[in-house]
């Protein structure tokens, strides 16, 4: 469940009334959206949703930045490059360990 903004946050033992953490968010935009709303900023860190105070509420729900669609770069030993056709490597760089196949 995701919650509303303007829903009042959870009730837990130890917290003020109110309070949110970044597991009530689903979303790090949701979160900071939230952080930004209640006066959050790297100078105020909100109901503590900015762990390293630096404007940015929760960054542990942000993407991993694993970009599956990035491009990788090989190069050998001689500074070749590899050789691709879309995903496949079909050349690789001289000095370059290779694994698996024949």
Known sequence: ?????????????????????????????????????????STNNADRLDENHNGVACES????????NAEATTTGDDGSTAKTSGDQVTEVPEGSAQTGGA
């Open 1 to 41: 469940m995701v919650p509303d903004n303007d829903a009042p946050a959870p009730q837990r033992a130890g917290r003020p009334a109110g309070d949110r953490d970044c597991a009530d968010f689903a979303t790090q935009q949701q979160a900071q959206q939230y952080f930004e709303s209640i006066g959050g900023s």
């Open 61 to 68: 729900l942000a993407d991993d930045g694993d970009d599956q």
